[in-house]
């Protein structure tokens, strides 16, 4: 029986992408195009998945000033979700995409601030409406309000209560990660040596290597330069596909749902998910 998936997002964002042939500071911009997410890390995985065909509704905290704008978006994704309100505003990324000059700029705004007793409440929907033994990817970073401490706390809950973790969070220190005890990490390669302590860069293979001294898997992130998965026995590194790069935001989200997507339809074949990961990225930069 496959494993039922589902996503988290404490800080879940508005993604606005606007195309223009350029950009140049200080003068007026008329876009050719402008595209609008519901987004934030887990609700890319889901979103994601969702277009190909599997189910992984997204729990999220959700700023009551605008977030019927959210949902009218998520909705018209099919995306299934559940959510605890919170006062404020759902924060807005803005994208300045320039494809024929491969340039991108982003304007990444503050959000809603929330209580610990928030995190807790959506940790507590989500136990109620997932079966256990299902895999949960708790994605992005955390919001104003809720500490490392605190995202640790969460994922003890999810853990002791039988659900396997994927961490997707560049806002953990190394050893809350290693009290969660995820059952796969996803850093990109950044995130990866911060997390080591490295100031110099290495292989991405040896990344890898040392963090699964750590933890059990590891898929560090390399941008254009595609992936290393690790685990205890093997380490394997895949090239990205060749694609015309529209954006990067959301390609991380996509590699993680690719891999969950394997693991739902090709279970034990390793080098099919790592490849559904690549495959899935591509689609994202290039704008679907």
């Not at 706390?153 to 659900?163: D, E, T, V």
């Not at 279970?267 to 990961?277: I, S, V, W």
Request: negative net charge; glycine residues 10%; contains cysteine.
């Amino acid at each position: 029986m496959s494993p039922v998936l589902a996503t988290i997002t404490l800080n879940p964002a508005l993604d606005v992408h606007y195309t223009l042939k350029a950009f140049t500071p200080g003068r007026e911009h008329v876009p050719e195009a402008q595209k609008k997410l519901a987004a934030g890390k887990g609700v890319n995985v889901s979103r994601v998945l969702k277009r190909h065909g599997i189910e992984a509704p997204a729990y999220m905290l959700m700023g009551k000033e605008n977030g019927a704008e959210y949902f009218r978006l998520l909705e018209s994704y099919g995306v299934s979700y559940g959510y605890i309100e919170v006062p404020g505003s759902v924060r807005e990324n803005l994208s300045i995409n320039c494809p024929e000059r491969h340039e991108e700029t982003r304007i990444c705004m503050k959000g809603f601030t929330v209580t610990p007793e928030d995190g807790l409440a959506l940790i507590r929907l989500v136990m109620e409406q997932v079966p256990a033994g299902g895999i949960v990817a708790l994605c992005g970073s955390l919001p104003p309000g809720i500490s490392g401490k605190d995202f640790v706390g969460y994922c003890k809950m999810l853990r002791q209560a039988g659900y396997r973790l994927v961490i997707d969070c560049p806002s953990l220190t190394v050893s809350e990660l290693r009290e969660i005890q995820p059952w796969l990490i996803k850093p990109n390669e950044k995130e990866a040596l911060a997390l080591l302590e490295l100031s110099e860069m290495t292989s991405g293979e040896e990344i890898a290597r040392k963090l699964t001294e750590l933890f059990p898997q590891v898929i560090v992130s390399l941008g254009a330069d595609g992936l290393v998965y690790a685990n205890q026995d093997v380490v394997l590194r895949k090239s990205a596909l060749p694609t015309e790069v529209y954006t990067t935001v959301g390609a991380g989200d996509s590699l993680v749902a690719g891999f969950l997507y394997g693991t739902v339809t090709a279970p034990g074949d390793l080098e099919k998910a790592l490849d559904y990961g690549l495959k899935f990225a591509a689609e994202t930069c290039s704008g679907k």
